[in-house]
């Protein structure tokens, strides 16, 4: 059974930085293409940033690159998007999502979903 479960969210002031877990359970994440997703109050979900299997990047936000990168843990079977210099709008529900394959499409495509963790940036 294909699982995704996402820790790490919270609350943290501009400028600082949090690190999102993904456990995966059911499927190894080293042979799969990994999609972070966002959804803003009052917002749609947009993709943020992919990995593939090949550990290509690929970003679906111009407004993070420089600052959310993107890694892999394959003995945790764990991915994680380290998120620096943090702004209010960067505000969102995030979730992780697998893709049905090893590489990253434009637009993304998802095969199975996690729960969301909550990640606020305020003062």
């Known amino acids: 059974q294909v699982q995704l479960q996402e820790s790490g969210g919270g609350l943290v002031q501009p400028g600082g930085s949090l690190r999102l877990s993904c456990a995966a359970s059911?499927?190894?994440?080293?042979?799969?293409?990994i999609t972070w997703f966002r959804q803003a109050p009052g917002k749609e979900r947009e993709g943020v940033l992919c990995?593939?299997?090949?550990?290509?990047?690929?970003y679906y936000t111009d407004s993070v690159k420089g600052r959310f990168t993107i890694s892999r843990d394959t003995a945790k079977n764990t991915v994680y998007l380290q998120m620096n210099s943090l702004k209010p709008e960067d505000t969102a529900i995030y979730y992780c999502a697998r893709e049905p394959n090893w590489r990253c499409s434009k637009p993304p495509r998802v095969e199975y979903w996690g729960q969301g963790t909550q990640v606020t940036v305020s003062s």
């Open positions: 990995m593939s299997s090949s550990d290509g990047n690929t």
């Open positions: 059911g499927f190894t994440v080293n042979g799969y293409a």
